[in-house]
């Protein structure tokens, strides 16, 4: 069964919407994947892994400020996880703006 067919069937699984923007990703479809972390965040604004994946999206698109902001999100939810707090850093040290510590 196709993501698309997934979804239709039942568009309010979040894990359908993440898996989906994942393989998305893979495919440099970034726009798409985009829309489906959005998605994802809709039925469950509370989800640190998308709001870091939204953020790796963010930046290939060369968005780095709303990158900057969702790697915050995802580190706030998460209580900072060692593995987003350093991406958080890194890539504050990159833009040269203050990590949230």
Known sequence: MSYY?????NKNSGIIWYNREILLGKLKQYE????????AL????YDSRAWNNRGLVLES????????????KATA??????QIS????????RRNLECLG
């Open 42 to 45: 809709k039925i469950d604004p």
């Open 77 to 82: 939810i998460a209580q900072r996880t060692t």
């Open 61 to 72: 698109l060369q968005r780095h400020d709303e990158a900057f902001k969702s790697y915050q």
């Open 86 to 93: 350093f991406t958080l850093q890194t890539i504050a040290k």
């Open 32 to 39: 798409e994947a985009l829309e489906s972390y959005n998605q």
């Open 5 to 9: 067919k997934a979804i239709q069937y």
